[in-house]
């Protein structure tokens, strides 16, 4: 499944009714009885948890043989939210890479009704999950992103402006510019430079291509903490490059877009939830 590029590039922070109506398509391939899970509280929470656990046999029969994801669930949450993290993890396997996004949208929209404490309480244990095997992976870091955002960011909080222009944040535009088009060539199997050149040629202040081996993902976040400052009117510019690099094929596909959503919610700027196209 990939999603047509001009649908994004033409809503840039507005999410319109067929993005919505093609979540709903996607969700229809989950079965009622998950769906009414994810709306009730504990959940959703479940749900988010599960994004986070390691692709490892599931379900042990002994907490000595748990893995340190599980091992960091079980006691803090008990056994009924284990056996629904599993569960989750489970069907998420079952449904695919397509079904993340709108399942953990469905999840948060339930979640955002919690008490901030309970909130800032659900993000100290996904870092802790993610902390458990001691590495961090993309995915991990995309889930992450979006989620704290969502869950942490949306208290009428107003930016302190920094930057002007894009061009004053140019070394952080940069980096994650290049780590899309890191994340696009892998996908479609085409040449990170190329890929980087087809938005940099429209976008003359980003620099040259980051290789691959010298992007962190603290390097990441601090980059977008910065471009999170940039004035509100120039973000969709840098949206539109980013999304240049993932539409070089012409679609763009599902790790890009959980990718183009995180950099969106990290910067403040939304990408429509969904609007895939077979």
């Not at 994801?69 to 803090?76: E, H, K, S, V």
């Not at 081996?213 to 400052?229: E, F, G, K, M, Y």
Request: proline share 5%.
């Amino acid at each position: 499944a990939a999603l047509q590029a001009d649908t994004i590039t033409g809503s840039v922070g507005e999410p319109r009714a067929h993005h919505l109506a093609r979540a709903q398509q996607v969700l229809a391939q989950v079965t009622p009885e998950l769906l009414k899970r994810v709306e009730r509280s504990d959940g959703a929470e479940a749900m988010l948890y599960a994004l986070f656990v390691a692709s490892e046999p599931i379900a042990p029969d002994s907490a000595n043989d748990a893995t340190p994801t599980q091992r960091m669930l079980n006691p803090a949450r008990g056994a009924l939210m284990l056996q629904d993290v599993l569960h989750f993890h489970a069907e998420l396997q079952r449904l695919g890479a397509t079904a993340r996004l709108p399942l953990m949208d469905l999840a948060l929209l339930t979640l955002r009704s919690r008490a901030l404490s309970e909130r800032e309480s659900m993000v100290v244990q996904i870092r802790n999950m993610i902390e458990a095997d001691r590495r961090v992976s993309l995915d991990e870091f995309v889930f992450q992103t979006i989620i704290e955002h969502d869950l942490l960011e949306r208290n009428g909080k107003l930016e302190t402006i920094r930057a002007e222009r894009v061009e004053a944040v140019r070394g952080a535009a940069t980096l994650v510019a290049s780590l899309m088009a890191h994340v696009a060539a892998r996908v479609g199997e085409r040449s990170a430079l190329a890929t980087y050149q087809s938005a940099e040629q429209n976008q003359r202040w980003l620099g040259p291509l980051v290789e691959r081996s010298d992007i962190t993902l603290p390097a990441v976040r601090s980059a977008l903490t910065d471009l999170r400052a940039l004035a509100p009117l120039e973000k969709p510019a840098l949206i539109r490059a980013f999304v240049a690099m993932a539409r070089e094929d012409k679609r763009i596909a599902v790790h890009e877009l959980e990718l183009l959503r995180a950099i969106g919610s990290a910067i403040d700027c939304p990408i429509p939830v969904l609007a895939w196209e077979e």
